[in-house]
């Protein structure tokens, strides 16, 4: 496997990391797509890797919510008046010597149109950069394996990228378009399934304990009482979306096994429309869909938040 390790104890500049982050990237995303059945058993050290956590902290610190606590109260200022080195070295070795445990998440609330609330969970800044180290040795493992259908939560793919997919499918003979939701989808994963979805491409049994970590640690609610986390990934983790893909690749693996075995090639389509029955395609992103029915070559993509089916009528 990779050595991950580099024999001086000083840390990397950003720029040497960056580098070396994405040297490893590369090659993990290469091996990925030339073995589809490999499980890859020696990832730990690279999540554990210097330069690995250099660069999470970099991108969990230069986002908005560096500023905001999880229940330790830890800020981004703290940890820079405490020193950013001293930081990542305690997390490191907590890490490699394996006492390091994911501490609750704090739950905030968002308000939503209609007076509805969204909740999220907030992890301490130690766990986000534990999670986006997680997030970058992962990523490009699982991005291998993920269908075109899916847009949300993915390198170099925005909702406007869903959105013109949509209309390029209506502009060849799809005239409708079902938009919906999956309920709280977040809070509804499987752990043990989504567990079971991550061992499919992941054999490192320390990279899965840090993931069941991370699902497990609990929450702490608004009004200060502790709730287990039987289920769900909480939205607000850094890893969250990455893992709510791998779940949800269930359900592009399902649409496209249909594409495949039942549409394709085009005389089955014709057939299935003789026949009276709908050709139909995905286009997800993460969670969330409303429902939205157009005619012929003219979709309204104002309703459209995350995940969007267009079936020919």
């Known amino acids: 496997m990779l050595n991950s390790d580099a024999p ?46 250099l660069v999470a902290w970099e991108r969990v610190s230069g986002n908005q919510g560096a500023r905001t606590a999880g229940v330790d109260a830890v800020t981004r200022h703290h940890v820079e008046d405490y020193g950013v080195i001293p930081f990542l070295e305690e997390l490191r070795s907590s890490l490699k010597d394996g006492s390091f445990t ?12 209609g007076g509805k609330v969204r909740y999220l969970g ?47 499918l209506t502009s060849l003979s799809y005239e409708w378009v079902v938009e919906g939701d999956i309920t709280a989808c977040f809070d509804n994963v499987d752990h043990h399934v989504l567990m079971d979805l991550v061992g499919e491409r992941i054999k490192d049994r320390k990279v899965l304990r840090l993931v069941r970590a991370f699902l497990r640690a609990g929450v702490v609610e608004l009004h200060g009482g502790f709730a287990d986390s039987l289920n769900g990934t909480p939205q607000g ?21 249909l594409w495949n075995e039942e549409m394709s090639p085009r005389w089955r389509r014709q057939y299935r429309r003789k026949k009276g029955l709908p ?9 969330d869909f409303a429902r939205h029915e157009a005619p012929h070559n003219r979709v309204g993509v104002e309703g459209l938040h995350r995940l969007a089916v267009a079936a020919v009528g």
């Open 8 to 53: 001086s104890i000083s840390w990397p500049s950003i720029f040497a990391a960056e580098r070396r982050v994405l040297e490893h990237q590369l090659k993990l995303h290469r091996w990925a797509r030339a073995e589809p059945e490999r499980r890859f058993g020696d990832v730990f050290n690279l999540i554990c890797d210097r330069s690995t956590l």
């Open 102 to 113: 994911a501490l609750p998440v704090k739950q905030a609330m968002i308000p939503k149109k």
């Open 122 to 168: 907030i992890p301490t800044l130690r766990d986000r950069v534990a999670q986006m180290a997680l997030k970058l040795v992962l990523e490009p493992i699982f991005e291998v394996d993920f269908y075109t259908s899916s847009y949300g939560y993915r390198p170099g793919r925005r909702a406007q990228d869903a959105i013109a997919e949509i209309h390029h």
């Open 237 to 257: 983790g850094v890893a969250s979306p990455l893992l709510a893909n791998i779940y949800l690749s269930v359900l592009d693996r399902h649409f496209a096994r």
């Open 279 to 287: 050709n139909f395609r995905l286009v997800r992103y993460a969670d």
